[in-house]
């Protein structure tokens, strides 16, 4: 299967990397760029980057906002940003992801972890600050996880329903604290809304989808092939975040559903995407 042989590709890559390369900025950025084009080229992933114009451009201190669909998501959005030629990002994330092997160690030194602990992640944040340098970009994924349980969406839409928001089908309401502890402690000029869909995931009832949303799925080779990632620049009144940001997310939601509901009509859609699961 080809996720057995990425596996062990992977594992192989890692521990070259790990052994021939001292510098820890050059190591995290071969690293990053190994294990994307080895995903792309060997699981036969493909990217569409849709822009609000041809003025849009990255700046130099970015926090990118992303929707969190499956273990495979965060691929993609390196790929596009390998491809603008910016391996300056870093990630947010739980600090259990830190030991993980072969990669734990680099994960901590380069990216920013979170315990959920306010004080703490505070201290955190201010700490990675000074490893930032002049450029950089950061992710983060505010719903914490992503909406494949019935229960995970019950849940976000009582909440949602109790503060007199819209219900979403595809997206969960979106934890603020993290993203305002980015905005509150770290210099940036711009933010980026990062939407992505995955076009095979339209039958929708979102139970039956099962493309990369555990250990099983990708090693029975159930994962998503393409992905739209949609990106606009937007802006997020400090004082205001918690509501701006689930608006953010709402407004994700609606672009979701309108995309799965033009192209499950589209038949052709339909048997191109069975043929590639044969």
């Not at 603008?84 to 870093?90: A, C, K, V």
């Not at 990708?218 to 975040?241: A, F, G, M, S």
């Not at 709402?250 to 995407?273: A, G, P, T, V, W």
């Amino acid at each position: 299967m080809r996720f057995y042989t990425i596996l062990i590709i992977t594992v192989v890559g890692l521990l070259c990397i790990n052994k021939y390369y001292k510098d820890i900025d050059v190591k995290v950025k071969k690293m990053g760029v190994y294990l994307v084009k080895s995903f792309m080229y060997l699981l036969g992933l493909n990217l569409q980057v849709e822009k609000p114009n041809s003025l849009f451009h990255l700046k130099d201190k970015v926090i990118m906002i992303a929707n969190h669909q499956n273990y495979l998501d965060w691929v993609f959005l390196l790929e596009y940003l390998i491809n603008e030629n910016r391996h300056d990002y870093t990630f947010v994330f739980k600090k259990e992801i830190c030991g993980l092997p072969l990669i734990g160690d680099l994960l901590y030194e380069k990216h920013i972890y979170v315990e959920r602990d306010l004080q703490k992640d505070i201290i955190n944040i201010k700490n990675q600050v000074e490893k930032l340098g002049d450029k950089y970009i950061i992710i983060i994924f505010p719903e914490g996880t992503f909406s494949d349980c019935s229960d995970y969406r019950r849940f976000s839409n009582d909440y949602l329903k109790l503060i007199g928001k819209e219900k979403m089908y595809y997206c969960l309401s979106p934890k603020y604290n993290g993203l305002k502890l980015l905005m509150d402690n770290i210099p940036h000029d711009q933010v980026i809304d990062s939407t992505l869909i995955f076009p095979e995931n339209y039958p929708k009832n979102y139970e039956e989808n099962i493309l990369a949303i555990s250990a099983s799925s990708l090693l029975l080779d159930q994962y998503p092939r393409e992905c739209i990632l949609k990106l606009k620049e937007v802006n997020i009144n400090i004082d205001n975040i918690k509501s701006e940001l689930i608006d953010i997310f709402i407004q994700k939601d609606k672009e979701m559903k309108k995309f799965y509901k033009n192209h499950s009509k589209n038949i052709c859609l339909r048997i191109k995407y069975y043929l590639k699961t044969l």
